[in-house]
């Protein structure tokens, strides 16, 4: 482990030096590594888009602002590539309003409840962004950051290193954060990504992954077959924040333990579907440690499949029941009610006000560690 992490290091180093000011390298054994401006902050800080591609002709790409994947492209039963994740052409379309497409998020994924904590007795008062609460970090979270971007070889390829030191108070989050995001993409059409974090006071953490997939490429994602396993979830109130109640999925339209479709039972009169005006929940992954599958999802026609894997105890679930036709996205496809699903591993929502649920708290000295793999493959 800790071999391999010197290796990385290094070979980071020369793929570095081989970067240069270059647009295209192959800095070892991967594929290689693309490299282009995709548009600049208002201030002119430039931001770079990269491309990580299989020798398969697969590719993701991700860029510096908000550690957002801006396109996931994988082939279909038929081998014809497709791109699988929603967003925008063009940084403008990321620096307006987005429902945070492809973005990671920080410091805590989902919401918060009236947008405070306490910790060692000491309360903190968060920027509240979703009425009451705050929600995917605040009003500035992690996905409207410029990150440090950096191409590094490792031993199984190429991968992009995004770096962000978040400052102590920053969101009214407490202890200056050092957080790292290593984004690699595999012979195997995996999207894998490793993120730890270090910090210097006692903090609340909860990174994740937001980006919206639509295995078809166009059109609702209600065909998509969803298979979680979990015999729990969290119910929620009004806001969407968990009560606290771990709710048995047996019997209710959140019980993914079989494969089924997502538009099979999403407008049953349920009181928790009515909420979230769709699935907006948080599933109890059962597992054991380490990293796990936490849902696998195939969508017919393309013979598409996602399977989601990660090191955390839950899974947002989104059926995307805030689109609403408003936003037009890549390739002018206006993305209406339900045409993207996220799959979002995290610790659940309102943890730091749960003391029932998985902690989240960071201390000095602790490395925080979160590995979410998405995998495609086809049937
Ligand atoms: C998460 C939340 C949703 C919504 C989306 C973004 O999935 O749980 O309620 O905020 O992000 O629109």
């Known amino acids: ?53 299989n020798s398969k002709g697969a590719e993701a790409r991700i860029i510096n602002y908000g550690g957002i994947i801006t396109a996931v492209r994988v082939p279909d039963k ?58 995917h970090g605040g009003i ?6 410029v990150w440090t971007p950096k191409v590094m070889a490792t031993l199984t390829g190429t991968a992009l290193e995004l770096t962000y030191l978040s400052k102590d108070g920053e969101e009214g989050f407490p202890g200056n954060l050092n957080v790292r995001a290593v984004y690699s993409f595999g012979e195997d059409n ?3 990504l490793v993120y730890t974090a270090t910090t210097d006071q006692d903090t609340v953490l909860n990174l994740t992954q937001h980006s919206y997939f639509n295995l078809k ?29 771990l709710k048995p999925v047996e019997g209710t339209p959140f019980d993914f333990r079989t494969p089924t479709p997502i538009g099979a039972r999403i407008n049953q009169a349920d009181e928790q579907l009515r909420i979230g005006k769709g699935y907006d929940h948080n599933w109890v992954i059962n597992k054991k440690s380490g990293l796990t599958l936490m849902a696998r999802v195939q969508e017919p026609t393309t013979g598409r499949i996602l399977e989601v894997f990660s090191t955390d105890p839950g899974l947002q679930f989104y059926s995307g029941n805030f689109l609403d036709g408003k936003i037009t996205g890549k390739g002018g496809w206006a993305y209406q009610f339900r045409n993207g699903f996220c799959m979002e591993p995290q610790h659940f929502p309102d943890s730091p006000n749960k003391p029932s649920f998985p902690s989240v708290v960071l201390k000095p000295g602790q490395n925080y560690n979160h590995t979410i793999i998405y995998r495609f493959s086809v049937k």
Do not use: W
Request: proline share 5%; charged share 20%; glycine share 14%.
């Open 1 to 53: 482990m800790r071999n391999a992490r010197i290796n990385s290091i290094v070979l980071g180093l020369a793929a570095a030096v081989v970067l240069g000011g270059c647009t295209t390298t192959d800095p070892g054994a991967g594929a290689a590594v693309q490299k282009r401006e995709f548009g600049r902050m208002p201030d002119g800080t430039p931001i770079y888009e990269f491309t990580l591609k």
């Open 78 to 135: 038929q081998g014809k590539m497709g791109d699988v994740v929603l967003g925008y052409d063009n940084l403008e379309g990321y620096l307006k309003e987005t429902p945070y497409f492809g973005a990671l998020i920080g410091r805590y994924g989902n919401r918060i409840g009236n947008a405070k904590f306490s910790l060692n007795g000491k309360e903190y008062k968060l920027a509240a962004n979703d009425g009451p609460n705050t929600l």
């Open 140 to 145: 500035k979270g992690f996905d409207k950051v």
């Open 190 to 192: 995996a999207i894998k």
């Open 217 to 245: 490429g166009s059109g609702d994602i209600l065909d998509h077959v969803v298979m979680i396993p979990a015999d729990t979830f969290t119910p929620v109130d009004s806001t969407l924040i968990p009560t606290g109640e």
